[in-house]
């Protein structure tokens, strides 16, 4: 069954603690995103990953790092210096490695809600 | 910076009418133009989307225009059904508008 992986879906964190989401895919796309989504916004670029060992920040990348080791594997790390983490965080991926102005469709993980207690 | 402008931000429309929801943005470079249903709880999932070449795109009761000159482009739905409920983003490229709540009534 093909798709994206998100884990976990819930996570709380004390404040000046670092968290990292899991995000894992099998459909052999090259392409890779975080975004995040708050109550009542759209969804707001954080990072993203056109080919393995390579990423990109996107709109608020600031208090967040990822890495991309692997083709299938695009972890985010949300760090202390976030200083308003608590969000729902969504992850992609797409087919073709298309440049920040000419992308494709997006298929999303379920999604892992993170709040700060 | 470049955003993505969408309105309204709820909309209520009787069973059976039709709806249509419009977006404006600013980077005049984006090709790429989709349009994301997500249902409470659930994840965004694509329901049509056009490229810059393209003027207008249909897929029965779903429907999207764009005006590249004046950047802006617009999701028509005609005989809406309860199961339209939902929000609703329009997205150029990678940038994300604030989205639609489109409540339908029976």
């Known amino acids: 069954d093909g798709g994206i992986t998100q884990s976990p879906k819930y996570l709380f964190r004390k404040e000046g603690q670092n968290v990292t989401l899991s995000c894992e895919q099998n459909?052999?796309?090259?392409?890779m995103y975080w975004y995040r989504q708050d109550p009542g916004q759209g969804l707001r670029l954080i990072y993203y990953?056109?080919?393995?060992?390579?990423?990109q920040k996107g709109d608020i990348a600031e208090g967040y790092s990822v890495s991309r080791e692997k083709k299938e594997s695009f972890p985010l790390t949300v760090t202390s210096a976030q200083k308003n983490p608590t969000a729902f965080y969504l992850c992609?991926?797409?087919?073709?490695?298309?440049?920040?102005?000419?992308?494709?469709?997006?298929?999303f993980g379920e999604g892992s809600r993170l709040t700060v207690l | 910076g470049e955003n993505v402008e969408q309105h309204p931000s709820t909309l209520s429309v009787q069973e059976g009418d039709s709806a249509v929801i419009k977006c404006t943005y600013s980077?005049?470079?984006?090709?790429?133009f989709p349009w994301y249903k997500q249902e409470l709880g659930k994840r965004p999932q694509l329901i049509i989307d056009?490229?810059?070449n393209v003027g207008e795109k249909k897929d029965q009761r779903i429907a999207v225009t764009l005006n590249k000159t004046a950047k802006h482009f617009s999701l028509h739905i005609t005989e809406t059904q309860p199961e339209d409920s939902a929000v609703y983003f329009c997205?150029?490229?990678?940038?994300w508008g604030a989205g639609t709540k489109l409540i339908i009534k029976p």
């Open positions: 990953s056109q080919i393995v060992n390579d990423f």
């Open positions: 056009i490229r810059s």
């Open positions: 980077d005049s470079a984006s090709n790429y």
């Open positions: 459909l052999n796309h090259d392409a």
């Open positions: 997205a150029a490229s990678l940038l």
């Open positions: 992609a991926s797409s087919s073709a490695r298309w440049d920040r102005q000419n992308t494709g469709e997006l298929f």
